[in-house]
């Protein structure tokens, strides 16, 4: 055992708030939801939707199309700023502070959010804040290259920031979020916890993958020189491959109903 247990990532607050200097091109870069996961989100048959951590509103929007009523809570300005742009209402806050004032919804959603929150908070309060046989429904978009791509990519890390190899999410999915899905388990406030996972694909050319890049924490948290010199050798390496890579994408949904 450790001496000094590891940083859960709720804890880092440096981490989960490095997004608002990025805000405008996480909006553009990030990638959306595959349209399965959104069917399956409304085979629950929501109504009132609270989208916790909702970012720049790229979940939200998707269930706004779908006719669910639905507030947003973000703890960074900037990234709220941009979900309004895009019409979601949006209250600034952390999920663990934040006040429902008495309002109770069907379906509590979070997308690329949910290891911001302290569980031992953020659990039983959605439970409290869900109709008796509302759903909370966390979910991840992870991904990999092709095997030799990611390879070359590696080598590169290795080089020149091998402080994110093991624990970047880009070439890493792994590391977050499965290791805390006991947690949802725990505490009798939710009842039938599954997991479904939806793959799919995407194609990436050289701005386009540094720009996607560049949007993770880890990366907006490295010196600049340094960050400079590792994105422009990932792009270098998409053009000697020809110029775009694919990347394939997980996306976890893990469910938990609240009893009735």
Known sequence: MPEHPPERTHENRARALAFGGVATLYDQARPSYPPALIDALMELSP????????????????????GCELLGVEPDASMAAVARIHGISVEEAT????????????LIV???????????VGIPKAAS??????????????????????EVFDDIYMRLAP??????????????????????HGGG???G?????????????????????STHADYILLPDPQRRALLAAL???????????????STLLVLAARGI
């Open 110 to 120: 979070s997308g690329q959010a949910w290891h911001w929150v302290n569980p031992t």
């Open 47 to 66: 109504r009132r939707v609270l989208d916790v951590g909702c970012g720049t509103g790229k979940a939200a929007r998707l269930l706004v199309e779908r």
């Open 95 to 106: 999920f663990e502070t934040w006040d429902a004032h008495g309002r109770v919804y069907d």
């Open 235 to 249: 792009g270098d390496a998409v053009d000697a491959r020809g110029g775009t890579l694919t990347y394939h994408y």
């Open 189 to 191: 406030v939710f009842t």
């Open 193 to 213: 916890v599954t997991t479904r996972t939806f793959l799919w694909d995407t194609v990436y050319d050289r701005t386009a993958w540094i720009d996607f890049i």
């Open 163 to 184: 402080e994110i190899a093991d624990t970047n999410l880009v070439l890493n999915p792994t590391a977050q979020p499965r290791e805390r899905l006991d947690e949802f």
């Open 129 to 150: 804040l869900l109709n008796p046989g509302g759903y909370l429904a966390v979910f991840w978009n992870r991904g990999r290259p092709d095997p030799d791509t990611q």
